[in-house]
């Protein structure tokens, strides 16, 4: 079967069927998943093959979901993507339901009938990286949509009766632009009501466009500890009420354990981010990068003498042998190579 580079952490357990290589717009300047790839349409025949390789492998019963790679099958004209759904059932008919990744634009341009149509024909949860609720800021990332879309599709799909999951990325804008990063997603997502908010935050790879900001100092990092309360102040602002599942459910993240229903773990989320706001700066900088090295995973590791004592001698050899590093480059860099 032919393999795309990447799912979303939720979908392992799902059958990966490559339905385009690559991603028709490539062109976000802080993405370098598909750079490598060519974009083009896989054929249904070939589709098709990999569908009955699927069926004929030792693991055909086990599969009850299906993720349709890569980075965007919601170009893909509804008719095709239903003729795939046929096969999909015809051949494994243990699959109930069918992901994928979906640009806003791409999910905008569908009618809520075709969305209602996909629906039912088994396209239960669309991923969509809206990344930003900020204009200013999906200008500067070449997102290639503006927040008027995010708001048209996510409400369409909702409509629709689809399971929404939105990515969102802190640290995009950098200092300069962090509450207006904060503020405008939280505006976005009150309007929209996802399922879920699947919150990340940024690394810029240094060879990435985004690197630019940086070397022309347009573009200012932040520390592990202002990405916090970036993340602090949107959740603050994201409405009570919301029956939505908040995760930061990948490794990226600083802070794990901030998972929850907004309706009812709002405050204990906040309360998590808050203890770690409020730990002294070197404990704050030991649990920072013992996150980074992967030696602490929660914040309570931070009580674990073992874990503690490797980091203290990582933060020493790393502060012995480069006594000038800014701890934000560091963690920055780590970041980016796990993205
Ligand atoms: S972030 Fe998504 S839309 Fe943008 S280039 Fe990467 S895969 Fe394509």
Same mark, same amino acid.
């Given at each position: 079967?032919?393999?795309?580079?990447?799912?979303?952490?939720?979908?392992?357990?799902?059958?990966?069927?490559?339905?385009?290589?690559?991603?028709?717009?490539?062109?976000?300047?802080?993405?370098?998943?598909?750079?490598?790839?060519?974009?083009?349409?896989?054929?249904?025949?070939?589709?098709?093959?990999?569908?009955?390789?699927?069926?004929?492998?030792?693991?055909?019963?086990?599969?009850?979901?299906?993720?349709?790679?890569?980075?965007?099958?919601?170009?893909?004209?509804?008719?095709?993507?239903?003729?795939?759904?046929?096969?999909?059932?015809?051949?494994?008919?243990?699959?109930?339901?069918?992901?994928?990744?979906?640009?806003?634009?791409?999910?905008?341009?569908?009618?809520?009938?075709?969305?209602?149509?996909?629906?039912?024909?088994?396209?239960?949860?669309?991923?969509?990286?809206?990344?930003?609720?900020?204009?200013?800021?999906?200008?500067?990332?070449?997102?290639?949509?503006?927040?008027?879309?995010?708001?048209?599709?996510?409400?369409?799909?909702?409509?629709?009766?689809?399971?929404?999951?939105?990515?969102?990325?802190?640290?995009?804008?950098?200092?300069?632009?962090?509450?207006?990063?904060?503020?405008?997603?939280?505006?976005?997502?009150?309007?929209?009501?996802?399922?879920?908010?699947?919150?990340?935050?940024?690394?810029?790879?240094?060879?990435?466009?985004?690197?630019?900001?940086?070397?022309?100092?347009?573009?200012?990092?932040?520390?592990?500890?202002?990405?916090?309360?970036?993340?602090?102040?949107?959740?603050?602002?994201?409405?009570?009420?919301?029956?939505?599942?908040?995760?930061?459910?990948?490794?990226?993240?600083?802070?794990?354990?901030?998972?929850?229903?907004?309706?009812?773990?709002?405050?204990?989320?906040?309360?998590?981010?808050?203890?770690?706001?409020?730990?002294? +700066? $070197?404990?704050? /900088?030991?649990?920072?990068?013992?996150?980074?090295? %992967?030696?602490?995973?929660? =914040? @309570?590791?931070?009580? !674990?003498?073992?874990?503690? +004592? $490797?980091?203290? /001698?990582?933060?020493?050899?790393?502060?012995?042998? %480069?006594?000038?590093?800014? =701890? @934000?480059?560091?963690? !920055?860099?780590?970041?980016?190579? $796990?993205?």
């Amino acid at each position: 079967m032919e393999l795309g580079p990447i799912r979303p952490p939720s979908e392992a357990e799902s059958l990966m069927l490559r339905v385009t290589r690559g991603c028709h717009w490539n062109k976000c300047y802080f993405c370098d998943l598909y750079k490598k790839y060519k974009f083009s349409r896989r054929r249904y025949e070939e589709i098709e093959e990999d569908l009955k390789k699927a069926a004929d492998s030792e693991y055909a019963q086990n599969y009850t979901t299906c993720f349709l790679q890569d980075g965007d099958a919601f170009v893909l004209q509804t008719e095709f993507l239903m003729q795939i759904l046929e096969g999909i059932h015809k051949y494994l008919p243990n699959i109930k339901h069918v992901t994928t990744y979906a640009r806003a634009d791409s999910i905008a341009r569908k009618s809520v009938s075709e969305l209602r149509e996909l629906k039912t024909a088994g396209i239960e949860h669309l991923y969509c990286g809206m990344e930003t609720g900020s204009d200013l800021i999906l200008r500067k990332i070449n997102k290639g949509f503006d927040a008027a879309t995010i708001i048209i599709s996510g409400t369409k799909a909702k409509e629709a009766g689809m399971v929404l999951s939105e990515f969102t990325l802190f640290g995009i804008g950098g200092k300069e632009l962090a509450e207006e990063n904060a503020v405008e997603t939280a505006k976005v997502l009150n309007v929209i009501k996802p399922d879920f908010v699947r919150v990340h935050a940024t690394g810029i790879k240094l060879s990435s466009e985004m690197w630019n900001y940086v070397k022309n100092k347009e573009l200012t990092l932040q520390s592990e500890e202002e990405i916090v309360s970036e993340q602090k102040i949107m959740l603050e602002l994201l409405a009570d009420d919301m029956d939505c599942i908040y995760m930061n459910e990948h490794i990226v993240n600083l802070l794990l354990e901030v998972r929850g229903n907004i309706r009812t773990d709002k405050q204990n989320m906040l309360e998590t981010i808050n203890t770690y706001l409020q730990l002294p +700066k $070197q404990e704050q /900088e030991l649990f920072n990068l013992g996150r980074r090295l %992967n030696i602490m995973f929660f =914040l @309570a590791d931070l009580n !674990n003498r073992a874990k503690r +004592k $490797q980091t203290e /001698e990582g933060l020493r050899k790393i502060k012995t042998q %480069n006594p000038d590093l800014d =701890l @934000a480059f560091v963690c !920055n860099y780590v970041r980016q190579t $796990q993205i």
